[in-house]
């Protein structure tokens, strides 16, 4: 059974920290992996990633995926208390469906 | 260009009730889907669509139908409400030609309480 595992379910930090959030995935006909954030309503989207060792960035997160170990890491830093929110990943299958991990929460401590 | 837009946001259901949770997306996606997600957990596919006409189950469609008769539209029906369908519903949309993209948009989410 295709499965997403993320860790750590959830993180405390000081404003300013950096944060080094963890999905690794068994899923068949892999395509792609995305990650979301989601704050207090619906997700939106950060990254996707189809290539081994190529990073994502975008101010301060980047991400990079691992295709041969099965996993990606989704890094933050200098964290401000608006990262606070659940970070989502998600596997893409070949029949375009997103296997979804439970999420991490983060929260920001000021 | 309003996105994916979900009607109702809140609504509170007797056990057995029937309801209809609409989905809009104005950004001409051929993929649509409904998932579920429940408190502290991800998302769960209900149901999800490839073009107008064509519809397939997701991993948790059991107490749910859905219809695409246009591009645009993609309801999801519950027949007989229950508790355990207590939970937040996302509408979410992709456009996918010969599988390029994943990104799915995601509509503002409904909060159902079955009761």
């Known amino acids: 059974e295709d499965k997403v595992v993320q860790s750590p379910l959830s993180l405390v930090v000081h404003e300013g920290d950096t944060v080094t959030l963890n999905c690794s995935y068994e899923v068949t006909n892999f395509r792609s992996l995305l990650w979301y954030k989601q704050e207090k309503k619906a997700p939106t989207f950060l990254f996707m990633l189809t290539s081994s060792g190529i990073e994502k960035k975008s101010g301060r997160l980047s991400s990079i995926l691992d295709k041969k170990e099965l996993f990606s890491i989704l890094n933050i830093t200098a964290t401000q208390t608006g990262d606070s929110a659940i970070y989502l990943c998600a596997v893409a299958d070949s029949n375009y469906q997103l296997i979804w991990g439970a999420g991490t929460k983060l929260i920001i401590k000021p | 260009n309003a996105g994916v837009t979900q009607t109702p946001k809140f609504r509170i259901l007797k056990i057995g009730q029937s309801m209809t949770l609409q989905c809009t997306q104005d950004m001409n996606h051929n993929y649509m889907y409904w998932y579920r997600q429940d408190p502290g957990m991800g998302l769960k596919l209900i149901y999800y669509?490839?073009?107008?006409?064509?519809?397939d189950k997701g991993e948790v469609p059991n107490g749910y139908n859905v219809s695409r008769s246009t591009t645009e539209d993609f309801p999801l029906r519950l027949e007989l409400a229950a508790p355990s369908q207590t939970s937040v519903y996302f509408c979410?949309?992709?456009?996918?030609?010969?599988?390029?993209?994943?990104?799915?948009?995601f509509g503002p989410g409904t909060r159902l309480t079955v009761t």
């Open positions: 669509s490839v073009g107008a006409g064509i519809t």
């Open positions: 979410a949309s992709s456009y996918s030609p010969g599988g390029v993209s994943y990104e799915q948009y």
